[in-house]
């Protein structure tokens, strides 16, 4: 089993940042597949982005929503079980609860169904 808590999350203007974090519980956190998914009001859960060991390889790939591409960024720190949501370019339809998310299963995930561990969500508000 796998807790995952999220933090990070507030009140920001457009145009301006926040760092989402997303710590795991366990001992193999290195070989899960994070992702972060967000679900603004009224509207279905969406992916955000992932991050997943790449196979045959000690290295890391990621993959992003195109409404996210090149202000969000994914990274992990594999000490301290954690994986980060850098946000920049803030945009107030980025406002949303965003979800940490975690599996066993090899490969970038994209689908929320893919996963199977969820944290409890923190609140992003992008005032314009």
């Known amino acids: 089993q796998v807790q995952l808590v999220e933090s990070g999350g507030g009140l920001v203007q457009a145009g301006g940042s926040l760092r989402l974090s997303c710590t795991a519980s366990g001992r193999t956190f290195s070989s899960y597949a994070m992702g972060w998914f967000r679900q603004a009001p009224g509207k279905e859960r969406e992916f955000v982005s992932a991050?997943?060991?790449?196979?045959?390889?000690?290295?890391?790939?990621?993959t992003y929503a195109d409404a996210v591409k090149g202000r969000f960024s994914i990274s992990r720190d594999n000490h301290k079980n954690t994986v980060y949501l850098q946000m920049n370019s803030l945009k107030p339809e980025d406002t949303a609860v965003y979800y940490c998310a975690a599996t066993m299963l090899v490969g970038v995930r994209v689908e929320s169904g893919s996963f199977e561990y969820w944290g409890q969500g923190t609140q992003v508000t992008v005032s314009s």
């Open positions: 991050t997943s060991r790449t196979a045959g390889s000690s290295g890391y790939a990621s």
